[in-house]
């Protein structure tokens, strides 16, 4: 089915995932309280690392109605999974218990944090969904995410500014400067896929800036992965909307800033310590503990050795945790479902689904080196754009952001 000129049908499978035909149109959920939750939700996910738990006590709140809702619509529409990701849940708790039988928890309760964050990111498209089917409700969610992208520029400013100068001095400084900045690298792909069905001169010079920007934080993984995701964009925006030329003279400028960003002191600095020594900072010796997570995964190679089996360094890598904490089937059942909306959302080719696929793409490579799969900071943002796109696909008659090139 063709989607309509407002963005979609009802009925349309929505191509961000696999499948949305259990989100139809139903009886909103009451409650006076749910539309300043919705708004303030977006800025909780910005601030949670000065506020870290304030995100789980406000899904929690969006969670409860659904909990004790008569209407059994709404609740299965509320905790209708994704499949895959459904599975890969799944299989996380078998490996979890699998793990404590065997003995290779040593603490079973570790690995809990790490099950109630993936039970989040799995019901926060579904539970957004149902309670942004209102109009009333939607205008909060979409004010929350516009006062949290104001929010996070005023913290980008307050903290990445002078971080370069209190680096030595105030190292936690220089710690929440490459949070923000690596949340802002996301951003990048969003500026990207917008600004070039539309472009100008000026609009392509902040585009240019805004990956310097995102290095002054310090974060080197997401400073590549940004690029990446740019080089990406520009290949992928339509022909009739950004000329040969600008394409090859955009590309040649964002490969020439990454060879140049590659090389610089501070980047080599971060590769030669990757092979360190194990110091009790993640931020070395990776190699050492990647190697020995994956020696301790071989021995369980399928279902891994259970949710909290590792230590914290070896968080730093989301692919080397998941493998050595759910072994190859919870790796397939996570990056298929990955693989998918990326491809999808790159062949679709509009503004917002090249958004989309760009974010998930800064993501998947950071995820090599860090964790962002487990910080709603991260990954809230790839959450954000996906219920917005749900939002408008499933309601299409009631959305409030017009004809919004999805």
Request: charge should be positive.
């Amino acid at each position: 089915m063709k989607p309509s000129s407002s963005g979609g049908s009802a009925a349309e499978i929505d191509p961000c995932f696999a499948d949305n035909s259990f989100l139809l149109p139903g009886k909103p959920t009451p409650g006076k309280l749910i539309a300043p939750l919705l708004f303030l939700l977006p800025i909780s996910m910005v601030t949670d690392f000065l506020l870290p738990r304030l995100f789980d006590i406000l899904f929690l709140l969006l969670l409860f109605p659904f909990l004790f809702d008569r209407n059994r619509k709404n609740r299965y529409q509320c905790f209708g999974f994704e499949p895959l990701l459904a599975c890969y849940l799944l299989v996380a708790a078998i490996a979890w218990g699998r793990g404590l039988v065997i003995g290779t928890l040593d603490d079973p309760f570790r690995g809990l944090p790490t099950a109630a964050r993936l039970l989040e990111i799995i019901l926060f498209i579904p539970v957004i969904t149902v309670h942004t089917i209102a109009p009333r409700e939607r205008r909060y969610f979409l004010a929350g995410i516009t006062a949290a992208f104001v929010v996070h520029l005023l913290l980008f400013a307050v903290f990445v500014g002078p971080a370069a100068h209190l680096a030595e001095s105030e190292p936690e400084w220089s710690r929440t400067a490459e949070r923000i900045s690596s949340t802002t690298a996301l951003l990048l792909p969003i500026a990207a896929a917008f600004v070039l069905f539309s472009p100008t001169f000026l609009r392509l010079a902040a585009l240019l800036l805004l990956p310097v920007l995102v290095a002054l934080g310090g974060n080197r993984a997401s400073t590549v992965a940004g690029l990446v995701a740019l080089l990406v964009v520009v290949l992928f925006v339509p022909s009739s909307r950004l000329s040969a030329a600008s394409r090859r003279f955009l590309g040649a400028v964002l490969i020439t800033f990454l060879l140049l960003f590659l090389l610089s002191k501070h980047a080599q600095y971060g590769l030669t310590s990757l092979a360190g020594e194990n110091f009790p900072i993640g931020e070395y010796g990776r190699f050492y503990s990647w190697h020995q997570a994956l020696h301790e995964w071989r021995n369980t190679p399928f279902l891994g050795r259970g949710l909290g089996a590792v230590r914290r360094t070896f968080y730093e890598g989301d692919w080397v945790r998941v493998l050595h904490e759910t072994g190859l089937t919870g790796l397939f059942f996570l990056l298929l479902p990955a693989v998918t909306l990326l491809r999808i959302s790159l062949a679709r080719r509009t503004p917002f689904s090249l958004s989309i696929g760009g974010v998930l793409l800064v993501l998947l490579l950071r995820s090599i080196f860090s964790s962002p799969l487990l910080r709603i900071s991260d990954i809230g943002i790839l959450l954000l754009m996906i219920s917005v796109r749900r939002s408008v696909s499933v309601h299409p008659s009631e959305t409030t952001t017009g004809n919004l090139p999805i």
